[in-house]
């Protein structure tokens, strides 16, 4: 079997396609294949949850260290607001 692989797709994208196969008329034939499908999609969005989840502390451990390097910046700023 060949591979292939549907790239640049949002997390909205891909959970619209997996909320799909939740209407579909499916045939006893094609309840394995459905259900694999399903699976798959729901294993793209659970890894673009954690992704989006690391990428998140990554932002915030980033603003955490730049107020530790500046905090005289910081308390500027705040006495100015």
Same mark, same amino acid.
């Given at each position: ?6 790239? =640049? ?6 959970? +619209?396609?997996? @909320? +799909?196969? =939740?209407?579909?008329?499916? /045939?006893?034939? &094609? ?7 399903? =699976? /798959?999609?729901? &294993?793209?969005? =659970?890894?673009? *949850?954690q992704i989006l989840k @690391?990428?998140? +502390? /990554? /932002? &915030? @451990? ?6 530790? &390097? *500046?905090?005289a910046e910081k308390s500027? *700023?705040?006495?100015?607001?």
């Amino acid at each position: 079997m060949i591979l292939f692989s549907i790239e =640049n797709l949002t997390i909205e994208e891909i959970a +619209a396609m997996r @909320q +799909a196969l =939740n209407v579909i008329d499916i /045939k006893g034939s &094609s309840a394995q294949f459905i259900a694999s499908l399903q =699976n /798959k999609l729901d &294993s793209e969005i =659970n890894t673009a *949850h954690q992704i989006l989840k @690391q990428e998140e +502390a /990554k /932002k &915030s @451990q980033g603003i955490v260290e730049i107020e530790k &390097s *500046h905090p005289a910046e910081k308390s500027r *700023h705040k006495s100015k607001s």
